[in-house]
Each structure stands twice: as structure tokens, then as C-alpha cells.
């Protein structure tokens, strides 16, 4: 008579394992310390947009953004670089110029397309580094460089460098580097509804005003110098009439820029400016607080993310 099979081995009870503690936030970790949070760390912390409606809160470079919304990372004439920084956020206004500008921009320059730098964060406020502006999801940075005709990779958007149209005593532009293309670059980024100025190099604007002659288009106003932008312009874009909290920038002088009033970005005192000998007893500065913002702030980083679902909408 065959030997009964053997029963299968009762299984042994199961035991719940204890789940780990989740780590502690920066803000918990902050509160338990006593120590006051710098809030570029607090917002680059955030990886989502808030919950709500859409608006720019605050100034251009002490604010945030609540509802901020993605530009895709491709599109049909653009390619956003350096997606780690995840900075590829804005208000609506300023995704749908970049739809608008992006198409144009390539038609008025035979370009494939553009290459788009920094925008916002998900939450906007201030910038671990890079940037003291950006801050209200109504700035961005397009690359003078033209967008290659195929899509590129992850380490490319990472490691490419953008062109340089300007010599190297930055007081021309470089005759190697620099095109009309690039005129024209501008210019359309200037004409598009909303713009509030378009940021270039002084030796940028000083070209385009040597092109136009002695007549300058109303455009022209809105292109101004500041510091950098040799590879890249910055287009900000004005409050958006429902963002009630947006603090508007003055408006751009009566002046088309050209001439004498170039004269201060060729001094030695922007091009070689004197440095500070170091003082032992300086205190850093002190870092920028939630309680340095507006206090619409502190709910944008306190609301919930936004649904999956309506990261996809631009409104």
C-alpha cells in the first residue's frame, strides 16, 4: 500500500513588518531645529505645482506661483533644456506665449525651432541658484542657439552650452556667432502681445541699433540691456490681469535705449569693476525667509499637489 503524500507545510502566520518612519521634511526638520528655512530651499524642495487657480503672487524676484502649469519638454518648434533643474513651469500666459513665440520665432528665422532655459519652479519662489528673478512664473530664458533638427537626449539637454554672441571685450558683438537671424530672434519676441521686456546683452542692443539707423520701431523700447544675457534673451512677461497680487514692474522709459544711454554698460565700472577687499568682520547676508514673502506664499507651499489630470491643462 503506497505511503500517503506528504501534506504541504503549513504556512507560518504572517507578521506584519513595522513601516519605516517617512522621512522628515525640510519644514519638520526646520521647526525641530529652531533654525530659520531660507526659502529657496523650500520651494525647490516642492516637485509639483499647488492646487488652485492659476496666479503670479508677489514681484518678479520676491514672489511664487500657485496653479503653475508645464510647458512640454517637446513640442513641434522647441526643445526645453536642462530638465533636471525641473524649472519647466509657469503661469498660463507665459506656457502660451512660448507656444505662440516658439512657431513664429522659427518662421522669421528658418530655424527648426528654439531651445528654452529656465522658467519657473513648480511652485515658483526664489532659485537655489541661477536666477534672483523667475521667481512669479512669468519670466523665461530662450537660447540664441538654433534647435537642432532632431530630438535631444537627456545627457545633451544636460551638457550642451548655448552660443556666446558677444567678443570678448564685451563690447561687440561676435561677428563669428552673431546673424540677422538672431535680429529677427528678437525682435519677434519683442512684438508678441504681453511682453513686458526682453532682456540682451548691451552689445546686442547696441548692433540692433546700429541696424536700424536713426528710426527705431516702437518694439525696440522693450529690449533693454542687463547684466549677462550674451547667450540667451529673458522675456518677462506683465501681470496678468487675474493675478491681483502680481506687483507690476515700471513701465520701460520713453526711449528706444540706443545711443548715450548704452554709455553706462561699456564703463569699466560694469566691464571691470573693482573688487571689494574682503572685510573679516562681514556677516553673510541674511538668507530670504517664507516670513520675507507675500503671505499668500505660505498657502501655496502649503496646498496640496496638483491632480495628475490637470497638470496636463494649460488653464
Same mark, same amino acid.
Not at 513601516?19 to 530651499?41: D, F, L, Y
Not at 522669421?108 to 529656465?118: P, R, V
Not at 506683465?238 to 528706444?256: G, M
Not at 553706462?264 to 556677516?283: E, G, I, T
Given at each position: 500500500?503506497?505511503?500517503?503524500?506528504?501534506?504541504?507545510?503549513?504556512?507560518?502566520?504572517?507578521?506584519?513588518?513595522?513601516?519605516?518612519?517617512?522621512?522628515?521634511?525640510?519644514?519638520?526638520?526646520?521647526?525641530?531645529?529652531?533654525?530659520?528655512?531660507?526659502?529657496?530651499?523650500?520651494?525647490?524642495?516642492?516637485?509639483?505645482?499647488?492646487?488652485?487657480? @492659476?496666479? #503670479?503672487?508677489?514681484?518678479?524676484?520676491? /514672489?511664487? $506661483?500657485? !496653479?503653475?502649469? +508645464?510647458? %512640454?519638454?517637446? *513640442? &513641434?518648434?522647441?526643445?526645453?533644456?536642462?530638465?533636471?533643474?525641473?524649472?519647466?513651469?509657469?503661469?498660463?500666459?507665459?506656457?502660451?506665449?512660448?507656444?505662440?513665440?516658439?512657431? @513664429?520665432? #522659427?518662421?522669421?528665422?528658418?530655424?527648426? /525651432?528654439? $531651445?528654452? !532655459?529656465?522658467? +519657473?519652479? %513648480?511652485?515658483? *519662489? &526664489?532659485?537655489?541658484?541661477?536666477?534672483?528673478?523667475?521667481?512669479?512664473?512669468?519670466?523665461?530664458?530662450?537660447?540664441?542657439?538654433?534647435?537642432?533638427?532632431?530630438?535631444?537626449? @537627456?545627457?545633451?539637454?544636460?551638457?550642451?552650452?548655448?552660443?556666446? $554672441?558677444?567678443?570678448?571685450?564685451?563690447?561687440?558683438?561676435?561677428?563669428?556667432?552673431?546673424?540677422?537671424?538672431?535680429?529677427?530672434?528678437?525682435?519677434?519676441?519683442?512684438?508678441?502681445?504681453?511682453?513686458?521686456?526682453?532682456?540682451?546683452?548691451?552689445?546686442?542692443?547696441?548692433?540692433?541699433?546700429?541696424?536700424?539707423?536713426?528710426?527705431?520701431?516702437?518694439?525696440?523700447?522693450?529690449?533693454?540691456?542687463?547684466?549677462?544675457?550674451?547667450?540667451?534673451?529673458?522675456?518677462?512677461?506683465?501681470?496678468?490681469?487675474?493675478?491681483?497680487?502680481?506687483?507690476?514692474?515700471?513701465?520701460?522709459?520713453?526711449?528706444?535705449?540706443?545711443?548715450?544711454?548704452?554709455?553706462?554698460?561699456?564703463?569699466?565700472?560694469?566691464?571691470?569693476?573693482?573688487?571689494?577687499?574682503?572685510?573679516?568682520?562681514?556677516?553673510?547676508?541674511?538668507?530670504?525667509?517664507?516670513?520675507?514673502?507675500?503671505?499668500?506664499?505660505?498657502?501655496?507651499?502649503?496646498?496640496?499637489?496638483?491632480?495628475?489630470?490637470?497638470?496636463?491643462?494649460?488653464?
Amino acid at each position: 500500500m503506497p505511503a500517503p503524500a506528504a501534506l504541504p507545510p503549513t504556512p507560518a502566520p504572517a507578521v506584519a513588518l513595522p513601516t519605516p518612519p517617512e522621512k522628515p521634511t525640510i519644514v519638520e526638520q526646520a521647526i525641530k531645529s529652531g533654525e530659520p528655512i531660507p526659502a529657496k530651499k523650500l520651494f525647490a524642495a516642492e516637485k509639483l505645482p499647488s492646487l488652485g487657480k @492659476a496666479m #503670479a503672487i508677489g514681484y518678479y524676484p520676491r /514672489g511664487c $506661483l500657485q !496653479g503653475g502649469v +508645464a510647458l %512640454p519638454v517637446n *513640442g &513641434p518648434t522647441w526643445q526645453v533644456m536642462r530638465i533636471s533643474r525641473n524649472r519647466m513651469w509657469g503661469h498660463p500666459n507665459l506656457v502660451r506665449f512660448l507656444e505662440r513665440f516658439a512657431p @513664429a520665432a #522659427a518662421k522669421a528665422t528658418g530655424w527648426h /525651432g528654439i $531651445l528654452i !532655459g529656465d522658467m +519657473a519652479q %513648480p511652485r515658483g *519662489g &526664489p532659485l537655489p541658484f541661477g536666477h534672483l528673478s523667475h521667481q512669479i512664473g512669468l519670466d523665461v530664458d530662450v537660447w540664441f542657439m538654433p534647435m537642432p533638427s532632431h530630438t535631444l537626449s @537627456a545627457d545633451e539637454r544636460e551638457k550642451t552650452s548655448a552660443i556666446n $554672441l558677444v567678443s570678448a571685450d564685451w563690447k561687440h558683438i561676435n561677428t563669428k556667432t552673431w546673424t540677422p537671424q538672431h535680429y529677427d530672434f528678437i525682435r519677434v519676441a519683442a512684438e508678441q502681445p504681453g511682453v513686458e521686456r526682453v532682456l540682451v546683452n548691451a552689445a546686442i542692443k547696441q548692433e540692433m541699433c546700429r541696424m536700424q539707423g536713426a528710426k527705431h520701431p516702437e518694439w525696440m523700447d522693450k529690449v533693454r540691456p542687463w547684466y549677462g544675457h550674451h547667450d540667451h534673451i529673458h522675456v518677462r512677461l506683465a501681470c496678468p490681469p487675474d493675478s491681483p497680487s502680481c506687483r507690476k514692474q515700471p513701465p520701460v522709459p520713453e526711449s528706444d535705449g540706443c545711443g548715450k544711454a548704452l554709455d553706462y554698460w561699456f564703463s569699466d565700472r560694469v566691464l571691470h569693476p573693482k573688487p571689494k577687499p574682503p572685510n573679516p568682520n562681514a556677516k553673510p547676508p541674511k538668507p530670504i525667509t517664507l516670513a520675507d514673502m507675500p503671505p499668500a506664499c505660505k498657502t501655496v507651499l502649503a496646498a496640496p499637489d496638483k491632480p495628475l489630470t490637470a497638470l496636463q491643462k494649460n488653464d
